[in-house]
C-alpha cells in the first residue's frame, strides 16, 4: 500500500493541500482561496484539491486540518468561529461522497503541533505546545509524548481562553478572547489604532497595500515593520506583549520544554519572536525561579498543519 498522504490545511484565508510521504515531504500542492461564503461550498472546494493531487499521485488517506472545535468522534465541525457556514456540518461524512479516501478530521493547530512534533521543531520532545498565530489563535499540546484531545474534542482551544474581562467581542461569542489580542486579526488591530490616534505617523505605512487602512494586510505590515516602520514595529510589539503573556499562563499549566509558534504571522520571524521572548520572561510566574521553555518559530511553516494532518490519517 502507497505511503502517501494527502493533507488539507483549511484556514479562513486558504485551503492549502499536499501529497506527503512517511518522512513529512511534500511532493505536490494545491491551493485554492477560502470562499468567503463557506459551508457547502468551502467543503467542495476541499473536495476539488484533494481530487486534484489524487489524480496525479498514488495516495492511501486524506487528513483534514481545520480550524474549528471538532467533535471527539472526529467527524463533525462543532463550530468554527472564523469560517462561515461551516458550524454544526458533519464534514466527514459530506466529504467522504466527494472524495474517495479514507478520511480522518484533526483541528488545524492539532495538526501543526503533531506536524512540528513529528518532522519540526518539536521533533525529540515529548512535552510541546503549539499557538498558531493566523486570522485567529490556535493552539495543540503534545503531552508525555502523545496529542492532547480532551474528553469531548476540543482541548487546547487557547485562543478562547480569556485574558481579558469585558474585552474585545470574539467571533466565538464570549468576550476578551486571546486571539482578539494576539492574532494577525489583532495586529491589524493594533495598527488601526494606532493610525486613528496619531494619522501622521501612518503616512509609510498607508503607501503600502491600497492605500487605505482597511486595505493593509499581515503581510504588509510584516514588509513594513522590516524597513523599520514605527507603527507597524509598535503593532508586532504589542501582539507580542499579549501573545508572551498569554504563553507565561500556559506555560505554568503545560510546562512545556519547547512553545513553537506558528500561522502567517510567523513569516516576520524575530520582529514577532524576540519581543514575545522577553515578554515571556517578565509575566511568566517565579520567572527566574525554574527552566523556561524555548521559544522557537515552526519549522515547517504555514505547511505544519497539512503535513500534520497527513500524518495522523496515515496512522
Ligand atoms: C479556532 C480554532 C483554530 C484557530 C486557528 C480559532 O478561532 O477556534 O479551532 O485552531 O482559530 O485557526
Redesign the pocket.
Known sequence: MSDLSIGIDI??TKVLGGVVDSAGAILATSRRDTPKEGGRKLTETIAEVANELLQSHDVASLGIS?????SADRERIL????IAGWSGINLKEELSTLVDLPIFIE????SAAWGEAVHGAGKGSHHMMMI?V??????GAIIDGKLLRGAYG?AA?F??MRVLPDGHL???GARG?F?QYA?GNALLRHVRESINASPDLAHNLLQRGNGTVEGLTGKDITEAARDGDPVALAAFNTTAQWLGAGIASLAVLFDPEVVVIG?GVIDAGEILLAPTRTAVDRYLPFSGKHPTPKIVAAVLGNEAGLVGAADLARQ
Open positions: 484556514g479562513g481545520a480550524a474549528g472545535f471538532i463550530a468554527t468561529p472564523n483541528n488545524d493547530a492539532n498558531t493566523g486570522t485567529g489563535i490556535g493552539g476540543i482551544e485562543g478562547h470574539c467571533g466565538c478572547c486571539e492574532s500561522g
